[in-house]
């Protein structure tokens, strides 16, 4: 596949040096601190910031999430509905990227990530419209597929104590939503109010019904497609490497260092995400299961280790080599055992003995220029008087100042 200017690829290796600014964080950094400003995948663009800023404006599900009645949408699912209906299996015969079904799988990955931005939209749009019912529930239940599912349930009712929501939240959110529901603020909608906000939680569960399917379909196929690939990182995260990539081939030829970055939040959405102000930005490889079991402390240079085991992996799939797999499940094991080995304690220190005192005698050098050397050092008579002093007699002082000790009193002294 050749690579134009306006590529993925052609655009990540001329940005490199400005991404890659992002990630510059110290491989000797272990701490938890520092571990901690590992950000994952984030799909939230400048598109779906407008379209989010949108939501107030029109009171409009379908004027607000288009998506779900595009044609691309419909052709794209029914296309993989029948593949899934049929359970043909997929031709490898020739090149992979020349195989229609091929296409229809990147066609199904930039689905799917539309989808996601989609409900991101739809949850906007429910939130801001069931506001004057129960404002507290969007606090209370964050999941979006929940909280639509909790609304839709609910509705305009007031009594809460016959209502059973335990197959949607948790037991104890159950009792704070039901006692939240009971001291609310909030005042019925409605009829047409009502409408638009089943109408709106219809459409939320629709995507997400459509996109299980998608990426039931797209994963059964990576085994195919991508065998190292798939099983290096999962079903899931190749494929949406593949598809933000490009393809596979455009996959194999981007660098390391920015296939860790495919997926990477570009910047942070104040009002919108729940994400922390964080340093190191991971992409869809932070959502491996290898990342994932990793210990914080240790999932940088996780990360780094498994970037270029990937791209690795991507050629050797993009070239037809080993299609059973085999150089895929051995790079897993080769980083599950470096991370293993990375969160081994360190040996301990052991006491070293004191040495035992050597009480012997030491050798000492003799000889006629020694005893020459010994004579020119060695203190002279006048110098041995001159150190003494009589007792009770008061020292004579030279003209130079210098005492003078017992010279000159050895006669009288004794």
Do not use: W
Request: proline residues 5%.
């Amino acid at each position: 596949m050749s690579f134009g200017g306006g590529t993925l690829a052609d655009e990540l290796l001329n940005d490199s040096d400005d991404e890659m600014e992002q990630v510059e964080i110290k491989k000797e950094e272990e701490d938890d601190d520092d571990n901690d400003e590992v950000m994952g995948p984030s799909s939230i663009d400048d598109d779906l910031e407008a379209k989010l800023r949108d939501t107030v404006k029109s009171d409009d599900i379908y004027q607000v999430a288009t998506l779900i009645s595009s044609d691309r949408y419909k052709s794209v699912f029914q296309r993989v509905q029948e593949k899934i209906d049929t359970g043909a299996p997929m031709d490898t015969t020739g090149l992979i990227e020349d195989n229609p079904e091929y296409h229809l799988i990147v066609e199904s990955n930039a689905l799917v990530t539309e989808i996601n931005n989609e409900i991101t939209i739809v949850h906007k749009f429910l939130r801001d419209r069931y506001a004057k019912k129960f404002p507290e529930l969007e606090s209370l239940v964050l999941n979006p597929l929940d909280y639509a599912r909790v609304v839709r349930r609910i509705g305009n009712q007031t009594d809460m104590a016959h209502m059973n929501l335990a197959d949607i939240i948790p037991a104890a959110t159950v009792m704070i939503v039901s006692t939240a529901a009971s001291i609310t603020t909030g005042s019925a909608l409605e009829d047409d109010e009502l409408s638009r906000v089943f109408a709106s939680c219809d459409m939320c569960l629709s995507l997400d019904e459509c996109r299980t399917k998608i990426l039931s379909y797209v994963e059964s196929r990576m085994s195919i497609i991508a065998p190292n690939l798939s099983i290096l990182v999962g079903s899931s995260v190749a494929a949406k490497l593949v598809a933000v990539a490009g393809g596979l081939v455009a996959l194999s030829k981007i660098p390391a260092s920015n296939v860790i970055l495919l997926g990477a939040p570009k910047k942070q959405l104040s009002g919108f995400s729940a994400a922390q102000n964080r340093r190191f930005m991971a992409g869809y490889i932070f959502d491996t299961d290898i990342i994932q079991k990793t210990p914080p402390s240790l999932r940088v240079r996780g990360i780094r280790m498994l970037g270029p085991k990937a791209v690795l992996a991507a050629r050797a799939d993009a070239n037809g080599g080993s299609k059973d797999g085999l150089l895929g499940a051995q790079f897993k094991e080769d980083l599950l055992r470096k991370v293993e080995k990375l969160q081994e304690p360190p040996p301990a220190k052991l006491a070293k003995p004191i040495p035992a005192p050597d009480d012997r005698p030491k050798k000492r050098r003799a000889g006629k220029r020694v005893r020459k050397m010994k004579e020119k050092f060695a203190t002279t008579e006048m110098r041995k008087y001159a150190n003494r002093m009589a007792f009770g007699v008061e020292e004579e002082i030279s003209a130079t100042g210098v005492g003078l000790g017992m010279i000159g009193r050895s006669s009288q002294t004794s």
